[in-house]
């Protein structure tokens, strides 16, 4: 076939594949627009989904008569005017593809009225086919019709899911600008019943209970942060909201809405220590920066984004929540820290040596061994035993499978892991440690040879400046293999050659990362490794000593790798498993 130039509708709908996904994307454009134009109202009705019915309503600037055709041509749009402008783009759109795109796959409507106009102007386009412009009664704004998407391309329209689906992909793109959009209006009707309902005057908490869910919603951590130019607010779910996957993290960016990876993994950073691996809460992130130090004009969905400065914004996300989560009540539980929770209700039982409990009289044998064990199998596990003036350690434990201490406190009943107890007490000493310079190394008595590639010698060398700062000398012994010389003297349960390979693993992972990232790492893995294991036998008086010592964490919920730490039964918890209470 000889090459020849493709007539303007087949261009219109070959862009509109990337531009024009589902109905949910021409709700997103078409409300992206209104918001563009200036409107505090905007209404959107739908039908089947949005497969037949799609309407969207504002109270906006309008759009003047002779400008209607404009309005669905191909790269036609008010946003741009020279190339300049493309390095700090403030508004959703500039490329001028939208409706041309939407027009080019659909049977659309616009009736358009500006402030000043003495009358309301409609046009309409066909599958691309543009009719004539005519007066018609309306009101100021802009209301625009779609109707029949894909009607006449059936490859696309067999690829739409079913109604119901495709509803809740409109509803999810509404919501998610009308979280970010304070001042403006919200509705959206399916099939002449109202699904959302966002007042002007409802602020941003207002907006996180209506759309997240009342209960989510008030118990959102707020977390703000100013840093030069860039200014970082967020809300996040209390920890019980936890999902697998990020489908319920919204995050923003000058008021766009963004599922950049890059942005996500920010936040991954920021929040791995509250939440089990790969599970997120529900997150609300919006970002405020220059447009001319963002680049949005990555893809045509305009989801993707490019920073100026990477370093500076990621590096904002995580300190910002990192600091946030730390001092909100996720950090400690609403029952107090481990330091506070430990009180008894007085007189309410009395505890006998040989594992026997008395109450109101009577005597029952527990429901699990003492946990006394003999004194050669704790000494194999034993900890570093530190002492504290306050009483935590008080009072009768029950150890649960060599794993779990069982104690009562005031507001019920709390099960503590003890690897995930261990492993954030180490972390958060390690961490004090280098905070003041005080890390105190172990030399080992013969340096511990671990067989390596050279490529592997030279990249932990490459970093051994940095482990060094936590305690961990490692030297080359050849030139095959890493000698390690010495340990932090408060892990006692590190194994040289796991460490050395998992500091190798990180290392690798971690290649272009910031030294500040590679000793976080390195930290976590080795509060883990040098942690007591579930099973491993420890003497009650090392049980104490290891309370004692997460007595007041500034973070006891979670382990260094989000699994919780502590698990709380409330009375009422205990008395709904028992049928005492509805």
């Given at each position: 076939m000889k090459i020849q130039r493709l007539n303007r509708i087949v261009v219109d709908q070959i862009a509109a594949g990337e531009v024009v996904e589902r109905p949910a994307?021409?709700?997103?454009?078409?409300?992206?627009?209104?918001?563009?134009?200036?409107?505090?109202?905007?209404?959107?009705?739908?039908?089947?989904?949005?497969?037949?019915?799609?309407?969207?309503?504002?109270?906006?600037?309008?759009?003047?008569?002779?400008?209607?055709?404009?309005?669905?041509?191909?790269?036609?749009?008010?946003?741009?005017?020279?190339?300049?402008?493309?390095?700090?783009?403030?508004?959703?759109?500039?490329?001028?593809?939208?409706?041309?795109?939407?027009?080019?796959?659909?049977?659309?409507?616009?009736?358009?009225?500006?402030?000043?106009?003495?009358?309301?102007?409609?046009?309409?386009?066909?599958?691309?086919?543009?009719?004539?412009?005519?007066?018609?009664?309306?009101?100021?704004?802009?209301?625009?019709?779609?109707?029949?998407?894909?009607?006449?391309?059936?490859?696309?329209?067999?690829?739409?899911?079913?109604?119901?689906?495709?509803?809740?992909?409109?509803?999810?793109?509404?919501?998610?600008?009308?979280?970010?959009?304070?001042?403006?209006?919200?509705?959206?009707?399916?099939?002449?019943?109202?699904?959302?309902?966002?007042?002007?005057?409802?602020?941003?908490?207002?907006?996180?209970?209506?759309?997240?869910?009342?209960?989510?919603?008030?118990?959102?951590?707020?977390?703000?942060?100013?840093?030069?130019?860039?200014?970082?607010d967020a809300r996040i779910g209390p920890p019980e909201s936890a999902q697998r996957g990020a489908r319920r993290v919204d995050l923003f960016l000058n008021g766009r809405w963004v599922r950049d990876a890059r942005l996500l993994g920010a936040v991954r950073q920021g929040i791995k220590e509250f939440v089990p691996p790969g599970h997120y809460p529900v997150v609300f992130l919006s970002l405020h920066l220059p447009p001319s130090r963002v680049?949005?004009?990555?893809?045509?969905?305009?989801?993707?984004?490019?920073?100026?400065?990477?370093?500076?914004?990621?590096?904002?996300?995580?300190?910002?929540?990192?600091q946030g989560l730390s001092d909100s009540t996720w950090a400690t539980r609403s029952a107090g820290s481990i330091g506070d929770s430990h009180r008894r209700?007085?007189?309410?039982?009395?505890?006998?040596?040989?594992?026997?409990?008395?109450?109101?009289?009577?005597?029952?044998?527990?429901?699990?061994?003492?946990?006394?064990?003999?004194?050669?199998?704790a000494r194999e596990a034993s900890l570093p035993m530190e002492t504290h003036p306050d009483d935590v350690g008080k009072g009768k434990l029950i150890s649960v499978a060599r794993t779990y201490l069982v104690r009562e406190v005031e507001a019920g009943l709390e099960i503590i892991d003890q690897h995930a107890l261990h492993e954030r007490v180490n972390l958060e000493e390690l961490r004090r440690d280098i905070q003041n310079s005080v890390v105190h190394s172990q030399p080992l008595l013969v340096p511990e040879l671990v067989d390596v590639s050279r490529a592997d010698l030279n990249l932990l060398l490459s970093h051994a400046d940095i482990f060094l700062t936590m305690g961990v000398k490692i030297e080359a012994?050849?030139?095959?293999?890493?000698?390690?010389?010495?340990?932090?003297?408060?892990?006692?349960?590190?194994?040289?050659?796991?460490?050395v390979q998992d500091l190798l693993e990180i290392a690798e992972e971690n290649r272009d990362a910031r030294p500040e990232k590679i000793q976080e790492?390195?930290?976590?893995?080795?509060?883990?490794?040098?942690?007591?294991?579930?099973?491993?036998?420890?003497?009650?008086?090392?049980?104490?000593?290891?309370?004692?010592?997460?007595?007041?964490?500034?973070?006891?919920?979670?382990?260094?790798?989000?699994?919780p730490v502590r698990v709380l039964l409330s009375l009422d918890d205990l008395e709904k498993a028992f049928y005492r209470k509805s």
């Open positions: 994307s021409v709700v997103k454009e078409l409300v992206e627009n209104a918001l563009d134009s200036g409107a505090t109202r905007i209404e959107v009705i739908l039908k089947e989904g949005g497969l037949r019915w799609i309407e969207v309503r504002d109270n906006g600037g309008g759009i003047p008569p002779e400008e209607l055709p404009l309005a669905v041509a191909s790269h036609a749009t008010s946003k741009l005017l020279v190339p300049e402008d493309l390095e700090a783009i403030a508004s959703f759109g500039f490329r001028g593809e939208a409706l041309a795109s939407i027009a080019a796959v659909s049977r659309l409507q616009i009736l358009s009225k500006t402030q000043d106009a003495p009358s309301a102007y409609a046009m309409q386009v066909s599958f691309g086919e543009v009719g004539a412009v005519r007066e018609a009664p309306g009101g100021s704004g802009t209301r625009i019709r779609v109707e029949d998407l894909f009607a006449q391309l059936p490859a696309r329209l067999k690829f739409m899911k079913r109604p119901s689906t495709e509803l809740n992909h409109c509803i999810s793109w509404v919501e998610r600008l009308a979280l970010v959009h304070e001042g403006v209006s919200f509705t959206l009707h399916h099939e002449d019943r109202l699904s959302l309902d966002i007042p002007a005057d409802a602020d941003l908490s207002a907006r996180c209970s209506l759309i997240y869910g009342k209960g989510i919603g008030q118990k959102m951590v707020r977390v703000q942060k100013q840093r030069d130019s860039l200014h970082l680049d949005v004009n990555v893809h045509p969905q305009k989801t993707e984004v490019r920073f100026r400065d990477e370093r500076l914004v990621f590096g904002s996300i995580v300190n910002a929540l990192k209700a007085e007189g309410r039982y009395r505890y006998f040596e040989g594992g026997t409990v008395e109450r109101a009289g009577q005597k029952d044998a527990f429901f699990s061994e003492s946990s006394s064990v003999d004194s050669s199998e012994f050849g030139e095959t293999t890493a000698a390690l010389h010495a340990v932090p003297a408060r892990l006692t349960h590190l194994k040289p050659q796991s460490l790492e390195a930290l976590f893995s080795m509060a883990c490794r040098g942690a007591v294991m579930a099973g491993d036998h420890l003497a009650e008086e090392d049980l104490r000593s290891l309370l004692q010592r997460g007595a007041h964490l500034p973070q006891d919920r979670t382990c260094a790798h989000g699994r």
